[in-house]
């Protein structure tokens, strides 16, 4: 059975740091590129960033860039974001992603609140 738990997700004030996790199961993790995606109350479903299979390439969204770092360790089957200087406008809830060709997973989502 296919799993993206996502986990790490919660209240914080502006500027400061949160650190989600994906854990992936029941699918050839590190054959998968991931991505973390956020969806705001009343917005669309947004890509966040991207990371290949092994880790050497990465994608940001220009609202990111610079503040969040994506990253994989292929061995324990996770993907974290890492999210610094956070603003109010990234308050959304969080979803991982997997996807290799036509087969995709979605995690279902961790809470992420910036407010002070």
């Known amino acids: 059975q296919v799993q993206l738990v996502e986990s790490g997700g919660g209240l914080v004030q502006p500027g400061g740091s949160l650190r989600l996790s994906c854990a992936a199961s029941?699918?050839?993790?590190?054959?998968?590129?991931m991505s973390w995606y956020r969806q705001a109350l009343g917005k669309e479903r947004e890509l966040v960033a991207s990371?290949?299979?092994?880790?050497?390439?990465?994608n940001y969204a220009d609202s990111v860039k610079g503040r969040f770092t994506i990253s994989r360790d292929n061995g324990k089957n996770t993907v974290y974001l890492q999210m610094n200087s956070l603003k109010p406008e990234d308050t959304a809830v969080y979803y991982c992603?997997?996807?290799?060709?036509?087969?995709?997973?979605w995690g279902q989502g961790t809470q992420v609140t910036v407010s002070s």
């Open positions: 992603y997997a996807r290799r060709l036509s087969r995709d997973y």
């Open positions: 029941g699918f050839t993790f590190s054959s998968y590129a």
């Open positions: 990371i290949i299979t092994d880790g050497r390439f990465t």
